[in-house]
Structures are given as structure tokens and as C-alpha cells.
């Protein structure tokens, strides 16, 4: 199993970035999807997750100007990011709860970091 990341990039602060994530391999099913975002000298820090059944959620700091999609075969997420600010600026990094079996628990995965930069 794996998790791709992509769409980071440089952007002006107001300004939007779309990010993906698509997970690859052999699975039964995923449970969750979602982001995490890391800054230098920081712990990682939840920003949004969505759930098989369609449900999401978002981290106050970015309520309102986020949002996360899952495509309908359910294995590629986005976060679409709006009204960019320059605190956003991290390491993105994107997961997966996903059930290699049925019947099994679910696993976490992970994938690489992309970076986002919001100038001012």
C-alpha cells in the first residue's frame, strides 16, 4: 500500500493550493482519509480527515478556508486550500486508515510530505 502526494507548491498569501493523495496497492477498504501538516521544530499538527461514510472535519485554525474531498472510488483525497495565510506554510503530509483484509483492523499509512509555502 502506498500514498502518493501532490500539489504543493509556492503560493501569495489569499491565494489557493489543491492538494492530492491517492492511495495505491492491494486493500479491502479505506476507513479514513486525512492531512497533517508539520513546520520545523513542530509536532505534526491534524488538519482535516474524511471518512468512508462521507463525513469530515476540519481543524479550527482552518475551518472555513479548507476543505477535503474524496474522489468517488474513494482512493484519491484532496484538501482544496483557500484564503492561504502565511502560517499555513508546512510540510503536508497526507494518511490513510486502510484494511488490507476484511475483517482485519485497520492500519495507518502515510505518505510523503509536500511542501506548501504562503508568502506574505
Known amino acids: 500500500v502506498q500514498l502518493q502526494a501532490s500539489g504543493g507548491g509556492l503560493v501569495q498569501g489569499g491565494g489557493s493550493l489543491l492538494l492530492s493523495c491517492k492511495a495505491s496497492?492491494?486493500?479491502?477498504?479505506?476507513?479514513?482519509m486525512g492531512w497533517y501538516r508539520q513546520t520545523p521544530g513542530n509536532q505534526r499538527e491534524w488538519v482535516a480527515m474524511?471518512?468512508?461514510?462521507?463525513?469530515?472535519n476540519c481543524a479550527d485554525s482552518v475551518k472555513g478556508r479548507f476543505s477535503i474531498l474524496r474522489d468517488n472510488d474513494k482512493t484519491v483525497q484532496h484538501l482544496q486550500m483557500n484564503a492561504l495565510k502565511p502560517e499555513d506554510t508546512a510540510v503536508y503530509f497526507c494518511?490513510?486508515?486502510?484494511?488490507?483484509?476484511?475483517?482485519?483492523?485497520?492500519?495507518?499509512?502515510w505518505g510523503q510530505g509536500t511542501l506548501v509555502t504562503v508568502s506574505s
Open positions: 494518511y490513510a486508515s486502510i484494511r488490507r483484509t476484511l475483517g482485519r483492523p485497520a492500519s495507518e499509512y
Open positions: 496497492g492491494t486493500f479491502a477498504g479505506i476507513a479514513a
Open positions: 474524511t471518512t468512508s461514510g462521507g463525513a469530515s
